[in-house]
């Protein structure tokens, strides 16, 4: 950690480091035996998905062909997509205007807003959920993608305003002042200096819409009534059978969905981990 | 009052109504959001707490019935034990979950070699859909499952975790810890965010790791453990999912959780109104303990630029 | 962005009112059930040809995965619309009817006198609720004893018969667990269809006759008896049946099965299939004692909102007819609802299924789907067996609060 101390303080960094590791790969080991279990049960042959063995005596990748073929599974993914993107377009970018405007300005009535914000998320889904659906079906969204799109541009997500307005609000006011004396105005100051500060709090909202919405089931199921525009959570339950369960076909599309956001995760992890600092710390 | 306060009014005046057309143009988005899709619906269930409505013959059913729902709720032996299930299970996991995914993230917070990859490692839980991971802990939490050969080699017989009703809650929570990766990532930017040279000077002060935690890493990274609290209490109070995917309530309503009861209310005995009803008793629940935070906050959080909530 | 969102709007409704007008020229029906496209491939070949045949009417399908089925069908109600034609498991079929949603199918069928109706009787009254005719079942399955050959051969036990008691099936399940190789002789499971089936082929009950009643059925002595020891089989050192944490370790009762580790279950038709698979010697028969036992199904029925009843009648029609059956039959091994296909079958059965095909002419129709007092007594006889199971009282407090709880459900 720092160089300034002694010899004999460096030892004992080094065991603290030498344990913290060995607790690290316990903990991954745990973490990743129901992952290992997953990618095993993928490979299983037909036969041996009750055998209660962890490991396939053979490993069936037809597995993966086969449960491709076996839903549309290019069409469901494209499904996803449309909604996907979008989402994650409008999300990060209202929750970021929205969460600047909470952070940067004394404006009337903000507090008692912002505690609304947060309200919108104590009242249990299960009963806006119906309710919400006679909305969107009153004004034709129905069998659309626009519910599971369009709400996403109007900063729906109190979780992700909040969690960017925290962050900005661990920047110190000086930078967008010193823009605003240079003659910029608000919204000059929230693209030029405000949202490249940002990133890492961007690309975790981006992260975070990305999954959530990648495996809403809910939302597609009650809003999309043709077969032609399910997704793949849709597509994925598909496999759970009413009476027999193909669990190894299951887990194999379960990989394949996974693994996109197992890149994306990987591909951010780096802009993210530097400093969603939501902290009073000097960063940023 | 002296000339210079005098002169200075008129201008916090203006300013105060520059501070209040941006603010209120930034948050435009969500507040048209906030009539067009969500108050709507909220609105609705608050209406719909003073019905009854059996949702499949449709709107027209609709029968106002004034506080009758109230009334049965307070005489209801399973809410008072969906409550009990639900104020344990809050009691237990946030604080747990806090403090573990911060002691993770502190570990992810060193650095190793191919921390990149370890850390990708923490963040899969979240990835797994629950229909693959709720099979699996069914496994792991069973009577020979991982969690009890562990416990074997401390010389202690573990029950079969999710099928007695002594544990069942506990399974749950224990599942839990696996799901917070995404806690974890916030706690761990939030440490990035501290700066070195703080450590570095109270080094030289001679204060020991104890010290320095509570003394610097805490206070530094407290709004995030605000953030984390408060998104903790909003999610914890509306645990549902694993609960209606691994035990259903059971055993013995031993995992009734509070949205789980809800939810058979609404869906499988067709009580919207009732149903609704017990949605805003927990919205009530769920504002208290929010606002209790963040009245505490004052205390305890430490904000770079004063911008309290 | 307000005028923007207006704009979108109206062009929203011209879409929905052209979209309206197309459709006028058809009477469609929309028609909704769970499953997938492959279990499915019977309905649509039908609806396929329907649609062809037809010139007036189209059906439109909507298959729903089994996990969000109820979510979808709620929402979609919620509205006052929903869909023409709804499918149903039977354990939901009073409840649907308690809250007024599907159509009483006797006027039409009373206008249809040339109607054609081959269904076999006792599976087409499985869809009359209160004397009407509300569904039309178009797959079922009858419950009847699984039972491993190489298991039973393993330890040199006799297989079932058909003239078998409970007794002889209890004393070869003794024979059968053999703790050493972790195996058991008998599923006592909790599944209530199970242990209900259980109770009714020893000639016990948790309603009475014309199930309006449960004092002296669900409390009885008799029935407390055979509760504690239905009960006891899967408890204690000396057990017979796997219990909770058995399961959990063997990978549930189907694996179990599957694994030689379990020698006899009670179980639907659907398990035919998964056994296959699986290449378990394995054999049926009907239940013991007097072979009475649950038939499950599922139906479909016309909702209250449809507005072309007739329209509907015909598709139903359609769906749960002859050829529809025979298409089932072949694409899912779904059994025939009509008799003489049902005998047609009978030799591509397979030896081993036989005693499923024995169960069907002892199939009662499940408590639920009785009377109104059903699906309470169902439910309070659950809780009760799970607090005896976890030994929450005596035997007979507990089945005297379940008379408690049967009368308080009736009372709201």
Request: hydrophobic share 50%; net charge negative.
């Amino acid at each position: 950690m720092s160089v300034v101390t002694g010899a004999k303080n460096k030892i004992s960094v080094k065991i603290g480091r030498g344990a913290a590791m060995a607790i690290l790969i316990f903990l991954s080991v745990l973490v990743l035996i129901p992952l290992v279990w997953t990618i095993c049960m993928s490979l299983k042959p037909d036969g041996e998905i009750y055998n209660g063995r962890f490991f396939p005596t053979a490993l069936q990748f037809d597995n993966y062909i086969r449960s491709v073929t076996k839903i549309d599974f290019f069409l469901y993914l494209a499904n996803t997509l449309k909604i996907v993107i979008p989402s994650v377009i409008g999300m990060v970018f209202s929750c970021a205007l929205v969460a600047y405007g909470f952070s940067r300005f004394d404006f009337k009535g903000k507090r008692a807003w912002f505690l609304i914000l947060l309200a919108t998320m104590m009242i249990p889904g299960q009963v806006t959920m119906i309710p919400q659906f006679l909305l969107y079906r009153m004004i034709g969204w129905v069998n659309t993608y626009l519910p599971l799109t369009v709400p996403a541009f109007f900063a729906t997500s109190g979780y992700n305003v909040f969690l960017m307005r925290s962050f900005m609000s661990g920047i110190p006011k000086d930078f967008d002042e010193a823009a605003t004396i240079d003659g910029a105005g608000p919204l000059r100051s929230f693209i030029r200096i405000m949202l490249p500060m940002c990133q890492p709090v961007l690309m975790a909202v981006t992260v975070f819409t990305f999954m959530g919405t990648w495996n809403d089931f809910n939302g597609p199921l009650i809003y999309l009534y043709d077969a032609k525009k399910y997704t793949l959570s849709l597509g994925l339950s598909f496999f759970k059978g009413l009476y027999t369960s193909q669990w190894n076909l299951l887990m194999a599309a379960t990989v394949l969905v996974m693994l996109p956001i197992l890149i994306l995760f990987f591909l951010a992890q780096d802009y993210i981990i530097n400093g969603i600092s939501i902290s009073s710390g000097t960063k940023g | 009052m002296s000339a210079i306060t005098a002169d200075k009014k008129p201008k916090t005046n203006l300013n105060q109504r520059r501070q209040n057309r941006y603010g209120y143009a930034f948050i435009a988005p969500w507040l048209i959001g906030l009539f067009l899709f969500t108050l709507i619906p909220m609105l609705f269930s608050l209406f719909l707490s003073f019905c009854k409505w059996d949702i499949v013959t449709g709107l027209s059913s609709i029968q106002w019935i004034g506080t009758q729902n109230f009334t049965k709720i307070f005489n209801d032996g399973k809410f008072y034990k969906a409550l009990e299930v639900t104020f344990k299970y809050c009691l237990i996991s946030i604080p747990a979950y806090q403090i573990i995914s911060l002691i993770v993230a502190m570990l992810l917070n060193m650095r190793i070699k191919f921390m990149h990859g370890i850390r990708l490692i923490f963040f899969l839980p979240s990835i797994i859909p629950t229909i693959a991971s709720s099979m699996i802990w069914m496994q792991m939490l069973g009577k020979e499952g991982i969690l009890n050969q562990g416990l074997a080699l401390l010389g202690i017989s573990g029950p079969s975790w999710l099928k007695t009703p002594q544990t069942a809650l506990y399974g749950l929570i224990i599942m839990g810890v696996w799901g917070i990766g995404n806690t974890i990532i916030i706690y761990l930017s939030g440490l990035q965010g501290v700066g070195e040279e703080l450590y570095e000077a109270s080094a030289i002060d001679g204060a020991n790791s104890f010290q320095r935690f509570f003394k610097i890493t805490i206070p530094m990274i407290s709004p995030t453990i605000f953030f984390n609290v408060v998104m903790a209490v909003i999610g914890s109070f509306q645990y549902f999912t694993q609960a209606f995917v691994m035990t259903e309530g059971g055993p013995l309503n031993s995992t009734l959780f509070y949205n789980l009861y809800l939810y058979t209310k609404a869906y499988k005995d067709l009580q919207m109104g009732y149903a609704s009803a017990l949605a805003w008793i927990m919205f009530v629940i769920i504002l208290f303990f929010t606002l209790l935070v963040i009245r505490s906050s004052s205390f305890w959080v430490y904000y770079q630029n004063d911008d309290k909530i | 962005m307000k005028k923007l969102l207006a704009l979108a709007l109206a062009l929203c409704m011209l879409l929905s009112i052209t979209a309206v007008a197309v459709a006028d020229e058809k009477t469609v029906i929309t028609v909704t059930w769970w499953g997938d496209t492959d279990s499915s491939k019977a309905e649509l070949l039908m609806i396929e040809k329907f649609n062809a045949e037809h010139d007036d009417i189209e059906i439109r399908a909507d298959i729903v995965p089994g996990d969000g089925y109820g979510d979808r069908l709620l929402t979609s109600f919620s509205s006052g619309e929903g869909y023409d034609i709804f499918a149903s498991g039977e354990g939901d079929f009073y409840k649907w009817v308690g809250a007024n949603m599907p159509l009483s199918l006797n006027d039409l069928i009373a206008n249809d006198p040339d109607w054609n109706n081959e269904m076999n009787e006792a599976i087409y009254n499985f869809g009359n609720i209160n004397g009407d005719q509300y569904y039309l079942v178009r797959d079922y399955n009858p419950l009847a004893l699984f039972y491993n050959k190489d298991v039973f051969d393993r330890y040199n036990v006799a297989y079932p018969t058909a003239d078998w008691t409970w007794d002889d099936a209890i004393a070869a399940a003794k024979e059968l667990t053999v703790a050493a190789d972790n195996t058991f002789g008998f599923n006592a499971q909790s599944w209530e269809y199970a242990a209900l089936t259980y109770f009714a082929s020893k000639g016990l009950d948790i309603v009475n006759e014309d199930c309006t009643a449960v004092e002296g059925y669900l409390d009885s002595p008799e029935f407390a008896a055979a509760l504690a020891e239905y009960v006891g089989f899967s408890t204690g050192d000396d057990r017979i049946s796997p219990d909770a944490a058995d399961q959990d370790t063997f990978g549930g009762t189907s694996a179990m099965f599957i694994n030689n580790k379990l020698a006899m279950t009670i179980s639907g038709a659907w398990d035919k299939a998964t056994f296959e698979n699986a290449g378990v010697n394995y054999g049926t028969e009907v239940v013991p004692g007097n072979h009475d036992s649950y038939l499950c199904a599922s139906a479909f029925a016309i909702s209250k909102n449809c507005k072309n009843p007739e329209a509907a009648w015909e598709v139903i029609k359609a769906l749960t007819g002859t050829e529809c059956s025979e298409l089932r039959f072949e694409y899912t091994a779904a059994l025939p609802t009509v008799d003489s296909l049902l005998d047609a079958m009978r030799a591509d059965y397979g030896e081993a299924n036989l005693g499923i095909l024995a169960s069907l002419n002892h199939a009662i129709q499940p408590v639920g789907l009785r009377g109104a007092i059903g699906n309470p007594a169902v439910t309070a006889f659950r809780n009760a067996f799970e607090r005896v199971q976890f030994n929450d009282g005596t035997v007979e407090q507990i089945l005297a609060d379940a008379v408690a709880e049967v009368a308080e459900a009736i009372a709201e």
